[in-house]
């Protein structure tokens, strides 16, 4: 069983009154985090963006941002609550859009990660996602400092 199913855990499609509670995660998880903005134009623009909540108290323990195009998905954002982590939710989080995206026809799905993000790789590569390039210098790292993206894909014609 699924760790969302095992803890009945509720998903739902984020609306911009749930941003106060998505921006203090994303605060705490990235040192570059992405703004009120950014989550507000990817709502308006239809993409995906779920969020997974306990089912009592209510809070928010992750979400995703995902954008479909014809037959691609592109995951923009995944992050798990920091005191969530290890419990598979990033990895059943992600499943569970793969599942979506599938039964509605999309074949591959493509991300960017950072190079020093050894947590993210790993559940990515375990999922079955590939290197398919590098973009250098994508992510502000500091300073004026830029660090590299990984380029990643699943490609599910070359499953099993
Ligand atoms: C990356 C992230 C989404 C993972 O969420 P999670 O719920 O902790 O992930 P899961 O519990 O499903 O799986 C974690 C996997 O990471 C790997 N992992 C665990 N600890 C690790 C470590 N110290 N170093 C490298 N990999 C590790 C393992 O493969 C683990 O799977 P396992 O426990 O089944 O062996 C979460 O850490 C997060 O939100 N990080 C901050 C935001 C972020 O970086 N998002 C991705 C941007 S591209």
């Not at 760790?3 to 941003?19: E, S, Y």
């Not at 609550?81 to 591959?108: C, I, K, M, N, Y």
């Amino acid at each position: 069983m699924s760790a969302i199913a095992a803890w009945r855990l509720v998903r739902q499609d984020l609306q911009v009154t749930d941003l106060d509670e998505v921006l203090g995660i994303e605060q705490a998880a990235y040192a570059h985090p992405w703004t009120r903005g950014n989550f507000i134009d990817s709502i308006a623009a239809g993409h995906t963006v779920w969020g997974l909540r306990e089912p009592l108290s209510g809070e928010l323990l992750a979400y995703l941002v995902a954008q479909r195009v014809l037959d691609e998905c592109h995951l923009l954002n995944l992050t798990v609550a920091r005191a969530h982590w290890g419990r598979g939710l990033g990895s059943d989080f992600l499943q569970t859009l793969h599942a979506q995206e599938r039964a509605q026809g999309v074949t591959q799905m493509f991300l960017e990660v950072r190079l020093s993000n050894d947590r993210a790789i790993a559940l990515y590569q375990r999922l079955g996602y590939r290197d398919v390039g590098l973009r250098k210098g994508y992510y502000p790292d500091g300073d004026n400092a830029r660090e590299d993206a990984r380029v990643m894909r699943l490609d599910w014609g070359t499953l099993a």
